[in-house]
């Protein structure tokens, strides 16, 4: 297997360890997603540590792409903290990661004029039916009912998830082709910095608010008080190390190929949801009946076609 698809799966399952850290951590440690997000971006700019070995100025036309690249990612990241407060967790989630290949594609074909063969085609097609059936809606009422049902907003003031979780996909795909564009013209490490910077500028934007400045506070006073401050520094370290990965692989291949992949992280997400669930019942929970199983079992058996057509 090349190094690109090595790099997209490591990454994945760095990702998906992460996914399960989120969820514990928002249930437990800091239920604000606000300053759940606002957390996340400022330690992300560690990587400015690096800074003085690989920050090289890109331009002032490329210098205020990364930053407007970077401030898609704490929004996107903000949107779907949101729209797990609303609906089922793992269902949103996957809802996400299904959308983001597809708008991904989008933009790949419309700003980078880029080709599929027909067997990768034929493996999109694979990986994103997996997706969908790991996101399946149940056969009961009308349709529009089935799908806020199954994603846990069936009731009005709930439908908002939907749309966030929707917009979550949206902004993800754009940071993602934004990323790609800045890396294809800046050397890779570089870009990364830059692009972080962006990120940071966006969350620092939250304490201009009294409010959210009080938000920030409470939850970094509770965060230190709360035994979970360990699974939050450990998940921040593994999702640095997934982050990079991720975006390496889109500086040397194709982004709409990475994302379409992302069931792989999904893949990943219940295999670990279930041995969390069985080894700690008291943590973030996955649905292990039989039926569920088989369903799961099918999609990752998909899932793992898709990328053997893609790889090809």
Known sequence: MSLFFMLVI???????????GDKFILGNVIPNSKSYTFFVGVFGSLVFLIAPWYLVWPGINLFFINIIIGAMFPIALLLMYRSLKVGDTSRMITLIGGLIPVFTIVFSILFFDEKFTSLKWIGLAFSFLGTVIISRIPN???MWHKFSLWFGTASDNKKRGILEAVLAAFFYSVFFIGTKYAYSNQPFLSAFIWVRLGTLLLVLS?????????GVYISLRDLFKNKGKYIFFGAQGLAAVGFLLQNYAISLGSVAVVNALQGVQYAFLLILGAVVTILYPKGPKEDISKSVIIEKVVAIILIGIGLFFIAR
């Open 206 to 214: 939250f304490l201009l608010n009294k409010v959210d400045r009080r």
């Open 140 to 142: 009961k009422k009308t």
């Open 10 to 20: 490591v990454s994945y399952l760095i990702l998906a360890v992460v996914n399960i």
